[in-house]
């Protein structure tokens, strides 16, 4: 063989064994890119999948605050509501006509008196409640009582009912007092018969 030949040869050998190399490395590179692209998709999918998950926690916990300032906001709509609600009752005592508030007020005093010597004290614009009331009162006491019950030369700062003093010790039958009162006991029933659901 002629020494061109052997080039010629060896020429094609090396670029057979260059399009055999070549070949395999394109194989490959196709694999390793196959390969990438389908842990590509897997990363997406996965991170689709946490993106999902994630704008799903955020709606469930914007739905439960949401549900929360709810709840809030019909609380203190029920809370005003009953607090409405006994200051009307507290008002309807005040307003009511002078027989039935009378009645009521003669009722009070004779339950908070002890001794029958004590002030009565009233409101400043309470009318209702005079010494002709009071001589009345004393006459009701019976045995037992001095019947000395007085109205007080001061006035208290009440809108309706009164204070019974005697020294120091006051028992205080105010309207806004006895709605309170009131209000401790039926409170909890009073919501329930409200705002049953």
Known sequence: MKAEQVVEKILAEAHQEAEK????????????????????????????????????????????????????RILAAKRELL???????????????????????????????????????????????????????NQKLGPGFQGNLRLAPDRADIDGGFILRRGKVQVNCSTAVLTEQIREQTEMEAAQKLFAE
């Not at 190399?21 to 991170?47: G, H, V």
């Not at 704008?55 to 914007?62: S, Y």
């Open 21 to 72: 190399i070549l070949s395999e490395a394109r194989s490959k590179a196709q694999a390793r890119r196959q390969a990438l692209e389908k842990e590509l998709e897997a990363f997406r999918q996965e991170t689709e999948t946490l993106a999902r998950q994630a704008a799903e926690d955020k709606q469930a916990r914007m739905l439960a605050a949401a549900r929360m300032e709810l709840q809030k």
């Open 83 to 137: 607090e409405e609600a006994y200051e009307k009752a507290r008002m309807r005592i005040n307003t009511l006509p002078d027989g039935p508030y009378l009645e009521l007020m003669g009722r009070l005093i004779r339950q908070a008196v002890v001794t029958g010597d004590e002030e009565v004290v009233v409101g400043k614009n309470e009318r209702r409640i005079s010494h002709d009331f009071l001589k009345q009162i």
